[in-house]
């Protein structure tokens, strides 16, 4: 029995763990680059999940075979989904990215902590 | 066994001070995770993983770090309290895959509510072979223009940022311009 669930569940634990991973780096770094790569884990292991959904066992990726009865086709809805997802990704990475530039150029770093004292000593000052 | 070699791109990723390390290892398991939708049958995410995550995305991590430098500090709190809340994240989502039909699964819910129609009856529907092509731009085009909306939306935001660093100089101090 417990075998059978650690086979039959093994990605979702492997995208869990990956998920876990990001997630991590996501809040224990302070570094937003390092963050914005965090944030990139996080993402592609959302996608392994949803794509590990669509697969069925035996099936072939949900290009159709005219004229062949009974093929047995991966579920394509997932697919199409994840698709959306990657590019509004991207998106959302470059715009992050962007900030850090910016940031960079008003304060002179990216780490969290620097940032901090930094509004912490202007705010003194005012 | 690609999920192994992820699940240790993974580690290395969180390990890594260097920036330029981590982002060249980002690109690794991008292209691992490619792979892995391959096996998976899902080949339109593969090309695009592998075409957006591998490529573009490395592209624009180096073009960043290019300006922000590479060097990552140590980190300055204990990192007890994340690692506490990454664990019982981690935790509640385990429990929860408890419920969910196994891997692979042809009997799975999510295989029978939609995802027959779109198999059976795309081909007579739109004439398109590919069922992902045929669901993309037809059964959800407007999901698709969605998309674009928010990729135009992201250039213009990435624009507007970084609208002024031309006309702006950094002082010889490199702390910035203090606008």
Known sequence: MSLDLLVSHYNYWVVIFLMMVGFYILISRGNLIKKIVGLNVFQTSVFMLYISMGKVSGGTPP????????????????????LTAIVVG??????????????????????????NAIDARTEAAE | MLLT???????????????????????????????????MDAVDVAFTEAAVGAGISTVLFLGALALCGHHENKPGHTPLLPLFVVLVTGGLLVW???????????????????????IEESYHEIE????????????????????????????????????????????????????
Do not use: C, Q
């Open chain 2, 128 to 179: 398109i072979p590919n069922v992902v092509t045929s669901v993309l731009a037809s059964y959800r085009g407007y999901d698709t223009m969605g998309e674009t909306t928010v990729v135009f939306a992201a250039a213009v935001g990435v624009m507007i940022l970084l609208a002024g660093r031309l006309g702006r100089k950094p002082r010889p101090d490199g702390k910035g311009d203090g606008t």
């Open chain 1, 63 to 82: 290009i159709l075979l005219p004229g062949e009865e009974g093929v047995l086709y991966s579920n394509p809805l997932p697919h199409v989904l994840i």
């Open chain 2, 96 to 118: 929860g895959t408890m419920d969910m039909p196994g891997f692979g699964d042809p009997a799975n819910p999510v295989h029978h509510h939609v995802a027959d129609h779109y």
């Open chain 2, 5 to 39: 070699l992820l699940a240790a791109a993974g580690l290395a990723l969180l390990r890594g001070r260097n920036l330029f390390a981590v982002v060249m290892l980002a690109g690794i398991y991008s292209l691992l995770s490619a792979g892995l939708f391959t096996v």
């Open chain 1, 90 to 115: 991207i998106a959302t990475t470059s715009v992050g990215l962007a900030l850090a530039v910016r940031i960079k150029e008003a304060y002179g770093t990216i780490e969290e902590d620097e940032i």
